[in-house]
C-alpha cells in the first residue's frame, strides 16, 4: 500500500523558535495532503488542507501565520511551527491523498511528537 | 457542523472475546462512514468503509453496518486477538476529503 513517511518522529524545541516537519508521499504522488493535531486521549482535529502549488486551506481557529504550510511538489509537504510555546507541543499527523483514489482515501503518516520546553 | 462520538476506553478483553465498538454521528447529509486503526507507533490505516446506508464495511474480521436509522456505525469482531490490540477510530466524509474522526478507543486484548 501506499506509505507516507514523517520527519522527524520526535523534536524537542525551545519556547520561542521554529520547528520545520516534513510529510512525504513514498510511492504515490499526494496531490492533497491535511495536517492534523492530536492531543492526548482526543480525537485528530483538521489544522489545514493543501494541494500542490497553491495555498492551503486552514481550518476555523488555526493561525496561518503560526502554522505555515507549504506543498511545495507532489511527494512532499511541511508545516512549520513559528514561534513555538508550550502550548504548542501536540502529536501532529499528515495524510496524503493521491487524485483517482476516491475521497478520503487519506494515507497517514506515523505522525510528529513535538515538544516545547 | 458533522460529528462522531464513539464509545469511550479504554476497553481490555481477553484473547477469542466479543469486540463491539459503539460509534454515533452528525451530519447534515448522507455521509461515507469509517473506522481506522492504529497500531502501536504507526500511522492510522483505514480499516474498513461504508458509503450508504445499510452498506456493511469488513475487514481482518471486523464488520461493520451503516445504520441510518440510528445514525450508527458500531464496530464489531467475533474472537479478537492480541495483535488486534490498537486504537480504532471512528470517523466520517460528507463527499471531499474532510475526514471528521471520533476520541479513537483503546482496546487492549491480553493473551
Known amino acids: 500500500g501506499a506509505v507516507v513517511s514523517q520527519h522527524p518522529s520526535r523534536v524537542i524545541c525551545k519556547s520561542g523558535t521554529s520547528v520545520k516537519i516534513e510529510c512525504r508521499s513514498l510511492?504515490?504522488?499526494?496531490?492533497?495532503m491535511f495536517w492534523y493535531r492530536q492531543f492526548p486521549k482526543q480525537s485528530l482535529m483538521l489544522m489545514a488542507t493543501?494541494?500542490?502549488?497553491?495555498?492551503?486551506?486552514?481550518e476555523q481557529g488555526v493561525e496561518k501565520d503560526k502554522f505555515l504550510i507549504n506543498h511545495a511538489s507532489l511527494t512532499l509537504s511541511t508545516l512549520t511551527v513559528t514561534s513555538a510555546h508550550p502550548e504548542d507541543s501536540s502529536f501532529y499527523i499528515c495524510?496524503?491523498?493521491?487524485?483517482?483514489?476516491?475521497?478520503?482515501?487519506?494515507?497517514f503518516g506515523p505522525g510528529t511528537r513535538l515538544t516545547v520546553t | 457542523g458533522d460529528s462522531v462520538t464513539q464509545m469511550e476506553g479504554p476497553v481490555t478483553l481477553s484473547e477469542e472475546a466479543f469486540l463491539t465498538i459503539n460509534c454515533t454521528y452528525t451530519a447534515t447529509g448522507y455521509p461515507s462512514l469509517f473506522w481506522y486503526v492504529q497500531y502501536p507507533g504507526e500511522g492510522l490505516q483505514l480499516l474498513l468503509k461504508a458509503t450508504k446506508a445499510d452498506d456493511k464495511g469488513s475487514n481482518k474480521g471486523f464488520e461493520a453496518t451503516y445504520r441510518k436509522e440510528t445514525t450508527s456505525f458500531h464496530l464489531e469482531k467475533g474472537s479478537v486477538q492480541v495483535s488486534d490490540s490498537a486504537v480504532y477510530f471512528c470517523?466520517?466524509?460528507?463527499?471531499?476529503?474532510?475526514?471528521?474522526f471520533g476520541a479513537g478507543t483503546t482496546v487492549t486484548v491480553r493473551a
Open positions: 510511492d504515490f504522488q499526494a496531490t492533497t
Open positions: 493543501s494541494n500542490e502549488g497553491s495555498k492551503a486551506t486552514y
Open positions: 495524510s496524503a491523498g493521491e487524485a483517482g483514489l476516491g475521497w478520503a482515501e487519506q494515507y
Open positions: 470517523a466520517l466524509s460528507e463527499g471531499d476529503y474532510k475526514l471528521s
